[in-house]
C-alpha cells in the first residue's frame, strides 16, 4: 500500500486535482489563435510500437477462468494468427483483492504465457470497475446520477469520476502496475480505464464546476454577461448559487457544463498517465478505448486524445449489417483526432448482446469490417471478447470461442483475416490515409445544436453523412478534422453545421479560403459565438462580410421543397434558411422553387470569390442525386480527382499512402459478385504480390493492391 499517498486528506488532493483541472481549462480557454488539440506527434518509440506490425487480437480475461485453461485458449489464438490481447481492465478484484493486498503474480503468468505464444500485451488499468470493498468501505466514491441516486456496486462506472478520493486509488493501482510491468519485454501498451461514459452530479462534483467557472470567468459579472442571464432573472449573485443537472436550461451553462465534463475526464486520465509515466519504458504507448460509437459522449474527444500517444475506439454494428458509408466516417473521423492512424481496441464477433434484435453479421462480413478499419487507418483490430463468459451481464455477447474452450464458427473466419494481415503487414507498414478533402467539425457546435435542436428531424450526424457519401463515392478518400487544425494541405474543405464559430476560428477559415481554399458551409454555420450566444451578425457570424450575405431566417420543414440551380433540380428537407446576396460579387447559385412557405424563390445556396479562393453558404438539406451534384461541382472547381476511379455499385476503395507506393484495399459489400478494371497494373498482396489489371471479387471479398509511386 501507497500509505504515504494515500493518507494525503481529500481537501489536499482535491486542490491539487482542482488546481491540474484549472490549468486544462486555461488551456483550452485561450482564444488568440486557433489552435487543434493534437497536432500530429513526430513518431515516437510509443508510436512506433503501435504501428507496426499490423495487430489483431482480442480482449482476454485469463482471472475468470482455471490457469489449465490459459494456455489452449493462447493456442488458438496463436493459430489464428493474432498476435495481441488486452487484459486486466476488469479485473481490479483480483489484482487487489482487498485493500493495500496485491496480487499481481497472476498477471505476470498470464503475460509469460502470452510471450511463449508470440502474442504481445495490452494492460488496461481497471478502473472501470472498482471492487465491493472499496464502493463498500468508502461510499462516497460512487457517482451521484441527474436524478440524485447513488449508484450501486454491481454493475460498471458506478465511480465519481471527479472523487479525489476514488483517483487516489485509480493511481495507486496503476502505479503498482507500471512498476510490475513497465519494463517487461512482452507489455507493448497501455489502456486508461474502459469507455469513459457517465459523469456525476454529486455535491462535491457541483462545487468543483462552480470553482472552475470561477476560474474561467474570473467573476460573476463577465460570467452573467457570458450567459446572458438577465434572460429570464437568471443572474447569479454568488458561484454557489449556479446549478448543475442535466436538464435543459441556459445555453452558455449547458455548453460549459460539457467543457468540465472535458477538462475533468481529462484530468482523470493524465492522472493515470502521470502514474504511468514515471515508470514505464518510453517504447509503451497509451491510449483509452472511446466508445459510444465514437459519436455520443457527452466531452470532447479530441481533448482527450491530445494527451494520448494514439487514439482507439470500440466499433459496433448492433442490429443489422456493415453500413460502410457510416463505418467509413465514423472510422476517418477517429483518425482526426490525433490526426494519425489508431487501434480499433474493440469490434464485433458477430454479433453483440445489447441491441433491440442481435441479429449477426453475415459470413465473410467480419472480415470485411475488420479489412474497412485498416483501410481508413487502423493499425490494429481487436474482437470483444475471446471467450465467452459463465456469468454477467453479457453473456449472450458474441466471441470466437465458447465457454468449453473449443471455437465457434466465427473463429475461422477471423483465423483468415489474421492471415491476411500477416502476410499484408509489410505492405501497410509506414502508410495512412491521404486526402485532398475535409469535413470539419466541433464538438462545441455539435454540443450547442444538441442542446436546441429546433427539429427532432435534425441529426447531425446524418447532416455529416450526406456529404460524406457524395464525397467518398466520388473521391474515395475524405478526412474528418476538428475545425481548427491546419488546412493549407486541402483543396476543399465543407463545414456541415459548423454552429459555434468564433471570431477566430473565422479568421482561421478566412485564411484558407484566402490562400486559395475552397470552403463549403452547411445549414446552421454560424449562428452562435464562443458563448453559445446568438452571434450579432447574423449567420454566418464572423464570415458574413466576406460570404457578401447572410441568412435572413430560417426554418423547421415538415415537407419537402424543391430546389434547382446551376447542379440541376431536387428536393431540400428538414432545414431550409433563406439567404440574401448582398454585393454583386456573390452569386445565387440554388433557389427553393415556387411553394406557399416563407421560402417560395428565396436563395438556397450563395457562393463568392474571396481572397484565392471561393465561400459557399449551403442553406439546407438536399437530397442524395442532388447532394451528390453539388458535391461534384465543388470537387471539380477544387481541381480535386478520384484517388482510384469509377467503381462498380457496393465496392469500397480506400487507400494507404506512403513515400513509395500505396496500398488500395477494395471490398465488395454487396450480394453480387463484381469485377473492377484497375485504374493501372497493380500488385495483388494477399496473392503473392502477382500483377494484375482487374479483380473479381465475390460477396464481401477483399483485394489488397499495391502501387509503387513512378519515380
Known amino acids: 500500500m501507497l500509505e504515504g499517498v494515500r493518507a494525503v486528506t481529500v481537501s489536499a488532493v482535491k486542490t491539487i486535482i482542482l488546481s491540474a483541472t484549472a490549468v486544462l481549462t486555461y488551456a483550452a480557454s485561450v482564444t488568440a489563435a486557433p489552435a487543434s488539440h493534437a497536432p500530429p506527434a513526430a513518431t515516437t518509440p510509443a508510436i512506433a510500437s503501435a504501428?507496426?506490425?499490423?495487430?489483431?487480437?482480442?480482449?482476454?480475461?485469463?482471472?475468470?477462468?482455471?490457469?489449465?485453461?490459459?494456455?489452449?485458449?493462447?493456442?488458438?489464438?496463436?493459430?489464428?494468427?493474432?498476435?495481441?490481447?488486452?487484459?486486466?481492465?476488469?479485473?481490479?478484484?483480483?489484482?487487489?483483492?482487498?485493500?493495500?493486498?496485491?496480487?499481481?503474480?497472476?498477471?505476470?503468468?498470464?503475460?509469460?504465457?502470452?510471450?511463449?505464444?508470440?502474442?504481445?500485451?495490452?494492460?488496461?488499468?481497471?478502473?472501470?470497475?472498482?471492487?465491493?470493498?472499496?464502493?463498500?468501505?468508502?461510499?462516497?466514491?460512487?457517482?451521484?446520477?441527474?436524478?440524485?441516486?447513488?449508484?450501486?456496486?454491481?454493475?460498471?462506472?458506478?465511480?465519481?469520476?471527479?472523487?479525489?478520493?476514488?483517483?487516489?486509488?485509480?493511481?495507486?493501482?496503476?502505479t503498482r502496475l507500471a512498476e510490475r510491468f513497465g519494463h517487461d519485454p512482452d507489455v507493448i501498451g497501455w489502456q486508461i480505464d474502459n469507455e469513459y461514459t457517465d459523469e456525476s452530479f454529486d455535491a462535491d462534483t457541483r462545487r468543483q464546476f462552480q470553482d472552475w467557472l470561477q476560474h474561467r470567468y474570473n467573476s460573476l459579472e463577465a460570467l452573467n454577461d457570458a450567459w446572458t442571464t438577465a434572460y429570464w432573472s437568471q443572474t447569479y449573485s454568488a458561484w454557489s448559487q449556479i446549478p448543475l443537472n442535466d436538464k435543459p436550461g441556459n445555453p452558455g451553462l449547458l455548453l460549459d457544463h460539457r467543457h468540465f465534463v472535458?477538462?475533468?475526464?481529462?484530468?482523470?486520465?493524465?492522472?493515470?498517465?502521470?502514474?504511468?509515466?514515471?515508470?514505464?519504458?518510453?517504447?509503451?504507448?497509451?491510449?483509452?478505448?472511446?466508445?459510444?460509437?465514437?459519436?455520443?459522449?457527452?466531452?470532447?474527444?479530441?481533448?482527450?486524445?491530445?494527451?494520448?500517444?494514439?487514439?482507439s475506439w470500440d466499433p459496433y454494428v448492433g442490429q443489422g449489417h456493415l453500413d460502410y458509408h457510416r463505418h467509413g466516417a465514423s472510422s476517418d473521423y477517429v483518425r482526426?483526432?490525433?490526426?494519425?492512424?489508431?487501434?480499433?481496441?474493440?469490434?464485433?464477433?458477430?454479433?453483440?448482446?445489447?441491441?433491440?434484435?442481435n441479429t449477426a453479421l453475415d459470413p465473410g462480413e467480419v472480415r470485411a469490417y475488420g479489412w474497412e478499419s485498416v483501410g481508413h487507418g487502423a493499425d490494429a483490430v481487436l474482437y470483444w471478447q475471446w471467450r465467452s463468459a459463465l456469468n454477467g451481464q453479457e453473456q449472450y455477447h458474441g466471441a470466437l470461442v465458447g465457454p468449453d474452450g473449443s471455437p465457434l464458427p466465427l473463429y475461422e473466419e477471423v483465423r483468415q483475416l489474421g492471415q491476411d494481415l500477416n502476410v499484408a503487414s509489410t505492405a501497410l507498414a509506414g502508410t495512412t490515409p491521404k486526402s485532398d478533402v475535409a469535413i470539419l467539425t466541433t464538438y462545441d457546435s455539435r454540443w450547442a445544436i444538441d442542446f436546441q435542436q429546433h427539429s427532432k428531424n435534425y441529426d447531425q450526424q446524418a447532416a455529416l453523412l450526406d456529404y460524406y457519401r457524395a464525397l467518398d463515392d466520388l473521391t474515395h478518400s475524405t478526412d474528418i478534422i476538428e475545425a481548427t487544425a491546419p488546412l493549407n494541405g486541402y483543396k476543399l474543405v465543407l463545414a456541415p453545421s459548423l454552429n459555434v464559430l468564433p471570431a477566430t476560428l473565422g479568421q482561421h477559415l478566412l485564411d484558407y479560403v484566402r490562400a486559395g481554399g475552397h470552403l463549403i458551409l452547411g445549414p446552421r454555420s454560424g449562428m452562435k459565438d464562443e458563448f453559445n450566444r446568438l452571434d450579432t451578425h447574423r449567420q454566418p457570424g464572423p464570415l458574413v462580410e466576406a460570404l457578401g450575405?447572410?441568412?435572413?431566417?430560417?426554418?423547421?420543414?415538415?415537407?419537402?421543397?424543391?430546389?434547382?440551380?446551376?447542379?440541376?433540380?431536387?428536393?431540400?428537407?428538414?432545414?431550409?434558411?433563406?439567404?440574401?446576396?448582398?454585393?454583386?460579387?456573390?452569386?445565387?447559385?440554388?433557389?427553393?422553387?415556387?411553394?406557399?412557405t416563407w421560402l417560395s424563390g428565396k436563395p438556397a445556396a450563395i457562393r463568392t470569390d474571396y481572397g484565392k479562393g471561393t465561400l459557399t453558404y449551403l442553406g439546407t438539406l438536399l437530397d442524395p442525386a442532388t447532394m451528390s451534384a453539388f458535391v461534384k461541382q465543388a470537387l471539380d472547381a477544387a481541381h480535386v480527382t478520384s484517388v482510384f476511379g469509377p467503381l462498380p455499385a457496393d465496392v469500397e476503395v480506400t487507400r494507404r499512402h506512403s513515400a513509395d507506393h500505396d496500398v488500395f484495399i477494395l471490398i465488395n459489400h454487396g450480394k453480387q459478385t463484381r469485377s473492377i478494371d484497375l485504374p493501372a497494373t497493380m500488385h495483388d498482396v494477399l496473392a503473392g504480390k502477382r500483377a494484375v489489371q482487374n479483380v473479381t471479387l465475390a460477396s464481401q471479398g477483399v483485394a489488397v493492391l499495391e502501387e509503387s509511386h513512378a519515380h
Open 549 to 596: 450575405g447572410r441568412v435572413e431566417q430560417y426554418y423547421a420543414l415538415d415537407e419537402q421543397l424543391t430546389v434547382s440551380g446551376e447542379i440541376g433540380s431536387g428536393s431540400a428537407s428538414v432545414w431550409g434558411e433563406d439567404l440574401s446576396a448582398s454585393t454583386p460579387r456573390t452569386q445565387v447559385i440554388l433557389r427553393y422553387g415556387s411553394n406557399e
Open 336 to 357: 482526426g483526432w490525433k490526426r494519425q492512424n489508431f487501434w480499433v481496441m474493440e469490434t464485433q464477433p458477430g454479433f453483440v448482446n445489447w441491441a433491440p434484435i
Open 51 to 174: 504501428a507496426s506490425p499490423l495487430r489483431i487480437g482480442a480482449a482476454w480475461y485469463p482471472e475468470q477462468w482455471s490457469e489449465d485453461h490459459w494456455d489452449r485458449d493462447l493456442a488458438l489464438m496463436e493459430a489464428a494468427h493474432m498476435n495481441v490481447v488486452r487484459v486486466g481492465e476488469f479485473a481490479w478484484s483480483a489484482l487487489e483483492p482487498s485493500e493495500g493486498h496485491y496480487d499481481l503474480d497472476w498477471l505476470a503468468r498470464a503475460v509469460r504465457l502470452a510471450e511463449k505464444h508470440h502474442i504481445a500485451v495490452v494492460i488496461g488499468t481497471p478502473t472501470d470497475t472498482p471492487p465491493a470493498w472499496l464502493t463498500t468501505k468508502y461510499p462516497q466514491v460512487l457517482r451521484i446520477g441527474a436524478d440524485g441516486k447513488q449508484a450501486e456496486h454491481g454493475g460498471r462506472r458506478q465511480f465519481s469520476y471527479s472523487s479525489p478520493l476514488y483517483r487516489t486509488f485509480c493511481r495507486d493501482i496503476a
Open 262 to 311: 472535458t477538462d475533468t475526464w481529462r484530468s482523470y486520465q493524465k492522472e493515470q498517465i502521470d502514474a504511468l509515466r514515471a515508470h514505464i519504458e518510453p517504447r509503451q504507448f497509451i491510449t483509452t478505448n472511446i466508445g459510444g460509437l465514437a459519436w455520443s459522449d457527452n466531452w470532447d474527444h479530441y481533448a482527450i486524445s491530445a494527451d494520448l500517444d494514439i487514439a
